[in-house]
């Protein structure tokens, strides 16, 4: 009876299980980053916890301003793709030097000139350990005040072979009507040109 009881709670929590969602988590000082997939907080910190080699109880805070994430309701209401930063006990989250040299005010921010006009970042990253090629998040920071981002998500091993095979079934279905209509044109050809042939031996036989 354990044993089916035990069963059917392990049958239930994977049928009702909340969707996977991507993430990124960090390190306290933000040198290793990983792609990580979960659907609840508990999984995230598990998985963060895996993925970061982290042993102990961990914390999971915003990357851009140390919000912690305490709640469910908070974690769904972020977007995907998010950058957590897990912190032990003994860690506590830090700005990013960059962004700290920059200010978040425009009073703060020092007089701009030509080397901070703008800021490019770039991070290469895999959400799925099956995925071909890795995605790619860009953001742009304008004067320290104005920043825009992209990402650019990749797809797995089954998307890009079922895309090519689609490229490739559209291809030959070209190719297939281009020899059709190319035959006809060759056998439209030959039957004018023994058109031709029977006219000028009548010709000939004629004048003979």
């Given amino acids: 009876m354990e044993t089916t009881a035990s069963l059917f709670k392990t049958v239930s929590r994977r049928v009702w299980s909340p969707p996977q969602r991507p993430f990124r988590v960090c390190s306290w000082n933000r040198e290793v980053k990983k792609g990580v997939t ?21 914390t999971l805070v915003c ?6 994430v305490d709640s469910e309701e908070f974690l769904l209401a972020l977007p995907d793709n998010i950058v957590f930063m897990a912190l032990t006990p003994e860690e506590i989250w830090k700005p990013h030097p960059l962004r700290q040299r ?35 998040n860009v953001k742009a920071t ?34 297939g009507h281009l020899l059709i209509s190319s035959a006809a044109v ?21 004048w003979e």
Wanted: proline share 3%; glycine share 8%.
């Fill in 63 to 68: 990357e851009e301003d140390g919000t912690e």
């Fill in 102 to 136: 920059g200010g978040n005010n425009p009073g703060d921010s020092k007089p701009r000139t030509g080397k901070d006009i703008a800021q490019i970042t770039f991070d290469l990253y895999r959400t799925n350990p099956k995925d071909v090629f890795g995605s790619l």
């Fill in 142 to 175: 304008f004067k320290g005040l104005y920043s825009v981002s992209a990402d650019f998500q990749c797809m797995g091993p089954k998307k890009v072979l079922r895309e090519a095979l689609r490229v490739m079934s559209t291809l030959l279905h070209a190719a």
């Fill in 38 to 58: 979960a659907g609840t907080l508990e999984e995230l910190k598990e998985k963060a916890a895996q993925a970061l080699l982290i042993s102990t109880e961990l």
């Fill in 186 to 206: 060759i056998r439209r050809i030959i039957q004018g040109a023994d058109l031709l042939q029977a006219q000028h031996d009548k010709t000939i036989k004629y």
